[in-house]
């Protein structure tokens, strides 16, 4: 089965920068999606496509991928933005494939 | 938008099932696919299933609930549903529904349902 681990929190600064890391085998050759989750809610995205944001996501949201490792960075962050984050690939083997998830504390 | 309904107690041995009503978009739609997905403590986000119309139907389901789970479309009410048999205290979780587009590219969830707490308990 496919694998993607991200670490179990991240904690931030306001007005600083988030990054959180999803971990897979050669994961730079697959396309990474990002979901943000809050408390009671469901999963939103905010990146797909590695670095894509869909329309009404701010422009401090931003993905890159590459080797084993996709990183979703959160610039200038707000508390608004304190949730939980997951990653997600499609692997021909195992279908969708999420990550294990991220706190994000902004304190 | 989606819109899910259904049952949150099922009892051990029974079949759950939920309804997705699909609002804003059109359920035989060529370019989208209709995924259910369940979120639980132990097994994290979990991708269920899927149809999708592309001149016929089509089914696609996850290895981990095969031969217990179907999804059916209903194009006359627009609506998706789940129905999960022979449920155990290990199916308890929050169920999804999402649209993704056209797999493998267009191959992530958006928009989800608001989510329905399933909870398997005699």
Redesign the interface.
Known sequence: SYVLTQPLSVSVAPGKTATITCGGNNIGRK?V?W?QQKPG?????VI??DGDR?SGIPERFSGSNSGNTATLTISRAEAGDEAEY?C???D?NN????G??TKVTVL | QLRQSGPGLVKPSETLSLTCAILGDGVSSNSATW?W?RQSPSR????LGRTYYRSTWHY?Y?SSVKGRISIKPDPSKNHVYLHLQSVTPVDTAVY?CAKSGV???E?????????TQVIVSS
């Open positions: 396309s999606n979901y809610q469901a999963p939103v995205l797909h496509f869909p997951y997600q690939v499609w021909s279908d969708h494939v999420f294990t998830g | 995924n997905i994290g986000l979990e991708w696609d996850s999804f797999v493998p590219m191959n992530w969830f958006d928009p989800w349902g608001q989510g």
